[in-house]
């Protein structure tokens, strides 16, 4: 297994490479920025990039996945319930994405917004789980971005107790950190363990779906103003997603 993390600033996000050494294969998930330092990471880790991944059509950067699949000659993959204007791979809940000895299992986590999908890795014991916007360490991901916050916020409840049912000791690796505008109380850290979120996150913590969404509806801090422009030209409404 080859795993590698790359922390954004501006704006605030996380990308990762993972995949198999042995077989030369693996996958970008959410890129952000410029796509050189996906390529040379692959390239020093002796790996072909044949999936890019973005868990959802994010509000709050423009994706590079279309680039970056585009120049690496790799397949673009979406959840199928994305709702985009160009060509994609869609895939579906329960899928297996085949990486050599390594496994990436979808779990469609729709909350944050409706097509959100995580990763989570190996086919019998998963080792880690790539949540995207869904579930993040010290907070979830806000749920107004892309329908009404209550619905969202009923959605990820859903979304919550698929993540809460993996082993607690399986890593959670989130798509955004502290200074990120899709989460209120978001730690600094940028990776956990979900036994340490059922312990020290508060919205992973309830178990009451009519709570939760008191919850998450409260403290909703103001959308950013170009967040609606931004998932559009992601959605390809637009020629300014990258």
Not at 157 to 168: E, I
Request: proline share 6%; aromatic share 8%; glycine share 10%.
């Amino acid at each position: 297994m080859i795993l590698r993390q790359f922390l954004h600033q501006d704006p605030v996000g996380i990308s990762y490479l993972f995949g198999c050494g042995g077989r030369a294969t693996g996958a970008v998930i959410d890129p952000v920025g410029a796509v050189e330092p996906y390529l040379q990471a692959a390239e020093a880790a002796g790996m072909r990039i044949d999936y890019v991944i973005d868990t959802h059509i994010h509000a709050d950067h423009l994706s590079a996945g279309r680039r970056l699949a585009e120049v690496a000659g790799s397949r673009y993959v979406l959840s199928s319930r994305a709702e985009v204007s160009f060509p994609f791979e869609a895939v579906e809940d329960g899928q297996v994405l085949p990486l050599g000895n390594v496994t990436a299992r979808v779990l469609h986590t729709p909350g944050h917004t409706p097509e959100h999908m995580s990763d989570r890795t190996r086919a019998e014991e998963p080792w880690f789980v790539l949540t995207g916007h869904t579930l993040m360490v010290g907070d979830l991901g806000r749920t107004e971005l892309a329908v009404s916050a209550e619905q969202g916020a009923r959605d990820l409840f859903r979304s919550v107790g698929r993540l809460k049912a993996l082993p607690d000791h399986v890593e959670v690796l989130p798509g955004a950190y502290a200074g990120s505008v899709c989460g209120r109380r978001l730690s600094g850290k940028p990776w956990s363990t979900i036994g340490f979120e059922k312990r020290h996150n508060e919205a992973f913590g309830i178990e009451d779906e009519a709570a939760f969404i008191r919850f998450m509806l409260a403290e909703i801090p103001p959308a950013p103003p170009d967040a609606a422009a931004i998932r559009a030209a992601n959605a390809g409404a637009t020629s300014a997603a990258a």
